[in-house]
């Protein structure tokens, strides 16, 4: 039993140092499964890398050309911009001296009622002194008219007197 017990040991001794063996191989192989990970995230990340340093050129190129025709656009829209600010200058001229123009046509215009006004008024005073005068000779001739119905009737009176006094005689 003795003999059993002694070759299950060295089986087992065997086998532990078998188990051993198998453990290092499997930490070995495990560190060479995360090397042989991490060799390949790096070769992903340099292809990733390289992708977007490839996608990056893509797009720096796209930039480039649309720069180039950003910049020629902002020299069309320049070009339009200084065409604008040159209609507009002379549009700003021309509406200055149009102020002008019509600055001294309403000065004009002024000076030119107030005369009117002064016209109208000095009329007025005319109109009224010719009023006051007319009245005056209507109330004059008004009274010559009442005077001289009062003479005709006067008259009638006396020649109808003279009348029968002729007969009388």
Do not use: P
């Not at 002694?6 to 078998?18: A, H, I, T, V």
């Not at 190129?61 to 040159?86: D, V």
């Not at 200055?96 to 600055?103: G, P």
Request: hydrophobic share 30%; net charge negative.
């Amino acid at each position: 039993m003795e003999a059993d017990v002694s070759e299950m040991r060295n089986e087992l001794q065997s086998r532990d140092g078998l188990w051993r063996r198998i453990q290092l191989e499997c930490q070995k192989l495990y560190t060479e499964l995360l090397k042989i990970k991490e060799y390949k995230d790096r070769q992903e990340i340099q292809i990733k890398h390289l992708s977007s340093h490839v996608q990056l050129t893509e797009q720096l190129e796209n930039r480039n050309t649309g720069l180039l025709l950003f910049a020629e656009s902002q020299e069309h829209q320049e070009e339009e911009l200084n065409k604008i600010r040159n209609h507009v200058y002379r549009e700003e001229q021309s509406h200055c001296s149009e102020q002008e123009r019509m600055k001294t046509e309403i000065s004009d215009l002024t000076e030119e009622l107030h005369q009117k006004e002064i016209t109208i008024a000095t009329i007025m005073e005319k109109a009224s002194l010719l009023e006051r005068q007319l009245k005056m000779e209507l109330e004059t001739k008004h009274k010559l008219l009442t005077k001289q119905q009062l003479l005709e009737f006067r008259y009638r009176v006396i020649k109808s007197e003279n009348t029968q006094l002729k007969e009388v005689v």
